[in-house]
């Protein structure tokens, strides 16, 4: 069978097959990079005697990013400041409820326990076929997605807000961090607040996790000097990993991405991608 054979077969299975690669790796060009190993891996097999196309190349790309994740943990211990996954906006997404905070707590987890929670809570596996893509059995695969879930509990999506008044929410944040709004500012937050910025030593950002409301005022109130001069652009509104944001051209010309956890008391967290080397993929949007 040919290559374009191949491609015919592979190709309406490859948004699936970035959604889990993703999911993994928390890296875009990770992930891509494993769904084109997969491919000429498929170039290279025996087409005719797979029964199930969609469920060998779970296993082929699952099996990849258990490989991947290992070399990523090792680069992550030398990472500068917080280590947030790659922003990806809405028309990317998939209909899954993966959202930013949760991928952060996957990272937490064994790339195992990752790998049996995804595939069975996210993308509805069964243990049967999940045993033969780990190499456990199915109740050892079984207690590796109850451990992760209860790992990942807090992290599960809790307060539903529907996307417009989420987008609302960003805005108004927009409008009300870039003005030095205080009193806006303090409207939209929740008391226990938490601000994390990566720049991943390329770009400045804060090194370390800021938490509380009036930490946190006190840190966006110390920015406003900048926008006096060279004020924020807003590129689009839109969900970033699941979350309500926006994507920006701040100070400086550089790209950033801003995500809102939003809970029943207002912005409980701000994610902040600066890191340029995370962002190419979304183009320079200037």
């Not at 084109?36 to 097999?45: D, H, I, L, S």
């Not at 680069?75 to 996954?85: F, H, K």
Request: net charge negative; with cysteine.
């Amino acid at each position: 069978m040919s290559a374009e054979d191949a491609a015919a077969s592979f190709d309406p299975l490859r948004p699936r097959l970035m959604r889990i690669a993703y999911r993994m790796l928390g890296v875009v060009a990770d992930a891509e990079d494993v769904v084109q190993e997969a491919f000429v891996r498929w170039m290279g097999t025996d087409r005719a005697a797979v029964r199930e196309p969609e469920a060998f190349l779970r296993r082929v790309v699952t099996r990849l990013c258990l490989d991947q994740i290992k070399s990523a943990r090792a680069r992550r211990e030398t990472y500068v400041g917080p280590w947030l996954p790659e922003p990806v906006i809405e028309e990317d997404e998939g209909v899954d409820d993966v959202t930013l905070p949760l991928m952060l707590a996957l990272e937490r987890l064994s790339p195992l326990e990752r790998a049996a929670f995804l595939l069975h809570d996210v993308f509805g596996e069964g243990f049967d076929e999940i045993a033969e893509t780990i190499h456990r059995d199915p109740a050892a695969c079984r207690q590796l997605a109850s451990r992760a879930r209860a790992h990942v509990r807090e992290a599960r999506t809790r307060f539903e807000v529907p996307k417009d008044k989420g987008l609302e929410i960003a805005q108004a944040f927009f409008a009300a961090s870039r003005s030095g709004d205080t009193g806006g500012l303090r409207s939209l937050l929740a008391a226990d607040v938490s601000f994390y910025a990566d720049g991943g030593g390329k770009v400045s950002a804060v090194s370390k996790p800021v938490h509380g409301i009036d930490e946190l005022i006190s840190l966006l109130s110390s920015f406003t000097r900048f926008y006096a001069r060279d004020m924020s652009r807003i590129v689009r509104y839109g969900l970033i990993n699941g979350l309500p944001g926006f994507v920006s051209i701040e100070p400086g010309g550089t790209l950033q991405t801003t995500a809102l956890a939003i809970g029943e008391q207002g912005i409980e967290a701000i994610y902040v991608m600066r890191n340029p080397d995370k962002l190419s993929h979304l183009g320079t949007a200037h």
